[in-house]
């Protein structure tokens, strides 16, 4: 189960999930920014270099600039 993976896993494939979205893939499914800021969130784990915090930043400001 997805659940299961580990926390860099996780939000390996929110990543993926947001370029998917960024480039209109017709492999996204049914993935939204809010999906991704969601798992992006849960998997953040330790961000000593708050490289992870600045991603979820930008994922808002995309989801934002998609309306």
Known sequence: RFSAASDDFQFAAA???FGMLLRGSQHAGNATYDA???I???AKG???WGYRQE???MV????KLAR
């Open 60 to 63: 808002q400001q995309a989801k």
């Open 15 to 17: 990543v993926a999930s």
């Open 46 to 48: 330790d961000d000593p």
């Open 40 to 42: 992006a969130a849960g």
């Open 36 to 38: 991704v800021a969601e």
């Open 55 to 57: 991603f979820l930043d």
